[in-house]
T-cell receptor
Framework: AQSVTQLGSHVSVSEGALVLLRCNYSSSVPPYLFWYVQYPNQGLQLLLKYTSAATLVKGINGFEAEFKKSETSFHLTKPSAHMSDAAEYFCAVSDRGNQFYFGTGTSLTVIP | DGGITQSPKYLFRKEGQNVTLSCEQNLNHDAMYWYRQDPGQGLRLIYYSQIVNDFQKGDIAEGYSVSREKKESFPLTVTSAQKNPTAFYLC????????????????FGPGTRLTVL
C-alpha cells in the first residue's frame, strides 16, 4: 500500500529565506512521486515529479526535490522564498495503477 | 489549448436535492478522477474511471454517483444521501500509461465549490 506523510501542516518563512517542506512516503513498489501547488480556490498544478531518471528533480518556480530511498523522503526546497510562493503544497505518491495518494498538505506563509 | 474544465465554479444547493458537477477534458486522457477536498484533510478519492463505460469506487463513494459515457466527460452527481456535501470538488485526468513512467501525472481542473444551504 502507498501513503504519504507531510510533516507540518503550516510552515512560515521570511521572504528570501530557504523553503523546506517535508514529505515521507510508504510504497511497496518503486514509487512515482510528485509535488503539487494549490493557490486559493484553484486546482492543483504540478511543480515537479520523480521518474527515477535522477534523484534531484528540478521543477517550476525555482523549486526542487531530492528522492532519498534510504530515508523514504522526497522533501521540497527552494533557496529563496518569494511572496508569490504562499500557497498550499501537496506531496503525492502513485502506484503503477495510476491511483494517487495525497498527503494532507502544507500551507506555506511567506512573511515580508 | 488542452485542459480540464469544471463547471460551475460555485454551486449552491438546498438540502435534499441532487446536483451534478461537470468535468470535461480535451487531453485525450483515458483515466479520470473525482476528489473531495476539505480543510486539513487533503484530497480524498471519490470515484475514478480508467476507461469509457467503467468506473470504480474510491475511498468515500457513499452518497455520490458517476458516469463515463464519453472519454471526454466524467460528471459527478452528489445525491441527497451524502450527509455532508459542502466541500471543494476537484476533477483530474491522466494518460493511464503502463509503459512510460514519464506520463503518469494527474492534471487537475479548477474545481467546483459546493455549498449546501
Amino acid at each position: 500500500a502507498q501513503s504519504v506523510t507531510q510533516l507540518g501542516s503550516h510552515v512560515s518563512v521570511s521572504e528570501g529565506a530557504l523553503v523546506l517542506l517535508r514529505c515521507n512516503y510508504s510504497s511497496s513498489v518503486p514509487p512515482y512521486l510528485f509535488w503539487y501547488v494549490q493557490y486559493p480556490n484553484q486546482g492543483l498544478q504540478l511543480l515537479l515529479k520523480y521518474t527515477s531518471a535522477a534523484t534531484l528533480v528540478k521543477g517550476i518556480n525555482g523549486f526542487e526535490a531530492e528522492f532519498k530511498k534510504s530515508e523514504t523522503s522526497f522533501h521540497l526546497t527552494k533557496p529563496s522564498a518569494h511572496m508569490s510562493d504562499a500557497a498550499e503544497y501537496f506531496c503525492a505518491v502513485s502506484d503503477r495503477g495510476n491511483q494517487f495518494y495525497f498527503g494532507t498538505g502544507t500551507s506555506l506563509t511567506v512573511i515580508p | 489549448d488542452g485542459g480540464i474544465t469544471q463547471s460551475p465554479k460555485y454551486l449552491f444547493r438546498k438540502e435534499g436535492q441532487n446536483v451534478t458537477l461537470s468535468c470535461e477534458q480535451n487531453l485525450n486522457h483515458d483515466a479520470m478522477y473525482w476528489y473531495r477536498q476539505d480543510p486539513g484533510q487533503g484530497l480524498r478519492l471519490i470515484y475514478y474511471s480508467q476507461i469509457v463505460n467503467d468506473f470504480q469506487k474510491g475511498d468515500i463513494a457513499e452518497g455520490y454517483s458517476v458516469s463515463r459515457e464519453k472519454k471526454e466527460s466524467f460528471p459527478l452527481t452528489v445525491t441527497s444521501a451524502q450527509k455532508n456535501p459542502t466541500a471543494f470538488y476537484l476533477c483530474a485526468s491522466s494518460i493511464q500509461s503502463r509503459t512510460s513512467r514519464l506520463d503518469n501525472e494527474q492534471f487537475f481542473g479548477p474545481g467546483t465549490r459546493l455549498t449546501v444551504l
